[in-house]
């Protein structure tokens, strides 16, 4: 659109089309500064909703995440704000069903614990009594089955390690997956219940073989200490740590 300025002439700028519209916009119609300068603000806020709404037709989002959207494509705070108010009013933005859908699809497709997907919509800036009662939907029978599940894939990763220091071990990555404590020590438990009770016997050989690698140039007098001390901060029990050593020639070992 061109608007005549009384002095210099002509400049244009583009309205949508609800704009013209709204405020019937046709060539020769005079406006004041009044006006104009509402035309521009309502200009700014149509825009700044078509933008919005691109930004949510990707996937849902928070309210949060679309002013922050928003803000970083340059948007005033009152436009924002009018942009907010009209997406709620037409549902397009609801931060419960936000919170609920995303605690639906962590559970379904990822393995995060409950904390780290609490987390997760604390940043999204959902409110806590909300995420309360969207966390609910994991269910504790859910949370111990994907607990057990992850020990065991780490069970198998581990196998040359102490059944002590396995255990300790799955407890410090299920706090880093975001279970709770009631969880952890049931999942371990559970998980370590298929523990061959044979074990520590094998991968004490396997720690027992780099202990021996590890200190084979310090004379055999103190190579043995060395050797108990690796293997006990390895986890391992005296008893084994014993009949381990006694099963061996330290003198003659290379």
Do not use: W
Request: proline letters at 2%.
């Amino acid at each position: 659109m061109f608007f005549d300025d009384g002095k210099d002439g002509q400049y244009a700028f583009s309205v949508s089309e609800d704009i013209l519209i709204k405020y019937d916009l046709r060539k020769g119609k005079e406006l004041d500064e009044q006006q104009l300068a509402e035309i521009f603000y309502n200009e700014e806020i149509q825009k700044a909703y078509i933008q919005a709404v691109h930004y949510l037709s990707f996937r849902m989002r928070s309210i949060k995440e679309v002013k922050e959207h928003l803000q970083e494509k340059g948007y005033e705070e009152n436009v924002i704000q009018e942009v907010i108010g009209r997406l709620l009013n037409q549902k397009y933005l609801d931060d419960r069903e936000f919170a609920l859908a995303f605690v639906k699809t962590q559970i379904n497709t990822s393995d995060k614990g409950p904390n780290v997907i609490k987390e997760g919509l604390r940043k999204k800036g959902i409110h806590p009594s909300i995420i309360d009662e969207s966390l609910a939907l994991f269910t504790n029978e859910e949370k111990l089955e994907k607990a057990v599940k992850l020990c065991e894939k780490q069970i198998l990763k581990n196998k040359t390690v102490s059944t002590k220091q396995l255990s300790s071990h799955l407890r410090i990555f299920l706090v880093r997956k975001g279970f709770e404590q009631v969880t952890i020590q049931k999942a371990v438990s559970l998980a370590l219940e298929n523990v061959p009770d044979h074990r520590d016997e094998e991968t004490i050989q396997i720690q027992g073989e780099k202990a021996l690698k590890k200190y084979r140039l310090v004379p055999p007098e103190k190579r043995i200490m060395k050797v108990k001390q690796f293997l006990y901060r390895k986890g391992f029990q005296l008893a084994d740590i014993e009949k381990f050593l006694d099963g061996i020639d330290i003198n003659n070992h290379e």
